[in-house]
């Protein structure tokens, strides 16, 4: 008995549970059905969350109120697969950094591009990411900013369904992205760079 619980407390306190590094990143690249899908399909990424930051609402949703906030998702990685670095690398060429009305044919505030970042190392890689990409395109104003992280507001509730949509509604998912013209956008911006 003494042997059982003593063996319960380590486990409580961590002692003999297993340890994995995991790392969260926050952004916004327009719809947050084409993020979640870009990313899960990166190596290392163990987990994407679609839902809402960067507004005063206290309890933003799809349907309803969430004027301010963006489209965002929740990207949690496994570090010593992909790192920060690989993760804002993905962002940059899975949307467009010079439309500020929202991202492809999808407009308004809630669709613009954003970083969302936690704390200042966070930030201060993001900022050389982004002078990379302004590096890059000399002719053109790289629009997506760098902001700070408060907090982020996953979907829930009779809105879940946007949750995974692309698995959940496979040809809907298809059908919009396609119509949407943002794999054509990204091409024309970003060429061989795009994901597939």
């Given at each position: ?29 327009g ?10 399909k ?62 492809f ?34 002719e ?7 902001l ?35 794999d054509?956008?990204?091409a ?9």
């Open positions: 008995m003494l042997r059982r619980l003593t063996t319960a407390l380590f486990l409580a306190a961590g002692a003999f549970a297993p340890t994995i590094q995991a790392d969260k990143a926050v952004l916004a690249g719809c947050f059905w084409c993020m979640e899908a870009d990313f899960e990166l190596e290392g990424v163990t987990d994407v969350i679609s839902g809402f930051t960067g507004g005063s609402h206290p309890d933003p949703t799809y349907n309803g109120d969430h004027a301010g906030h963006y489209e965002a998702v929740e990207i949690t990685y496994d570090p010593d697969v992909v790192d920060y670095e690989g993760i804002l690398d993905h962002f940059w060429v899975n949307h467009d950094p010079f439309d500020d009305q929202g991202q044919c999808d407009k308004g505030h809630s669709y613009l591009a954003a970083i969302f970042v936690a704390d200042e190392r966070q930030r201060a890689l993001a900022e050389a990411s982004r002078q990379e990409v302004v590096a890059l395109f000399p053109q104003k790289v629009v997506t900013p760098i700070a992280l408060e907090t982020f507001h996953p979907i829930k509730g009779e809105e879940s369904y946007h949750q995974d949509f692309y698995k959940k509604s496979p040809l809907r998912y298809k059908y919009y992205r396609w119509g949407c013209g943002r054509r956008r990204l024309e911006i970003w060429g061989e760079k795009t994901a597939p």
